[in-house]
């Protein structure tokens, strides 16, 4: 993140000049950030099925609709705060309104760390599986 917000600050402070170079701070002071939001979020999902048998199960069986109440409320909650991620990746060709995509993402094996300081999501595939 502090990578975004010095990129921010360059960015601001090139298209406005300020007198004080620390002005654009005063855009951040007290806002929440949507990508520090939306990594919380994948991570509370992502602890869901690490630690839930029922869930790790049916995720792994590729289901789109969850007997879990819980998880279903934040994988529909994510979905809708913000869309579907593979949404940009096919140029809006592709999109869809559930979590269909999201999953998709994730096999059976794969290592899913969530950096939610940087905001980086990762997904580390074995050999075997590719």
Do not use: W
Request: net charge negative; with cysteine; hydrophobic share 40%.
């Amino acid at each position: 993140m502090d990578i975004g917000i010095r990129l921010f600050g360059q960015f601001y402070n090139d298209t406005v000049h300020p007198d004080d170079p620390y002005e654009f701070m005063n855009l951040l002071t007290g806002s929440k950030l949507a990508s520090l939001e939306r990594n919380r979020l994948m991570m509370e999902i992502a602890e869901m099925v690490r630690n839930d048998p029922d869930v790790k199960g049916q995720v792994r069986l590729g289901e789109v609709k969850f007997t879990h109440q819980e998880f279903q409320a934040k994988l529909d909650s994510f979905v809708e705060q913000y869309g579907d991620l593979s949404c940009a990746v096919t140029g809006g060709t592709q999109c869809a309104t559930d979590v269909t995509p999201l999953l998709a993402l994730i096999r059976t094996g794969d290592q899913i760390t969530v950096d939610g300081f940087l905001g980086i999501v990762t997904i580390s595939r074995p050999e075997a599986l590719k």
